[in-house]
């Protein structure tokens, strides 16, 4: 009798989620995010360290100066590693936070399509499906 009790809670319990390898996607997208963070980071120190360093020198840096817009950028790539170290977990706030990085991205892609239009192509096409792979299949990272 107890044999037979325990076959019927074992048969209860609900198996994880089946992964697929959309996991992959949305594995990619975080170390893309990472990556991201660690080099705008990078070159926001730089540009704190060195205001002659950055592109713009100290009259040309819109909205403010190159050590300001340093900071921010520093500011900025710790958010965007953090994300994407959290989106390797599985977290929701990261998944949501992800999807808006990366629509932020598509956007300036789409903006500057007359500048670099190879390159915003490959960057919407990235971000789509990271888009895609995080809304519905970032619950799989969780489970993996």
Known sequence: MS??????????????AETTGWTGWVAFAAFVMMISGTLSGIMG?????NNNWTMWNNNGAPYGSPYGW???????????????AALLRGSMFARTVAV???AGSLISAFVSLNVAPLWSVIVITIDLLVIWAVMVHGKEMKDA
């Open 70 to 84: 340093g900071w921010w950028s520093m500011f900025v790539g710790i958010v965007v590693f953090s994300i994407g």
């Open 45 to 49: 120190f730089l540009a704190v360290i």
């Open 100 to 102: 808006f990085i990366a």
């Open 3 to 16: 044999g037979s009790n325990l076959h019927t809670q074992s048969a209860v319990r609900s198996a994880p």
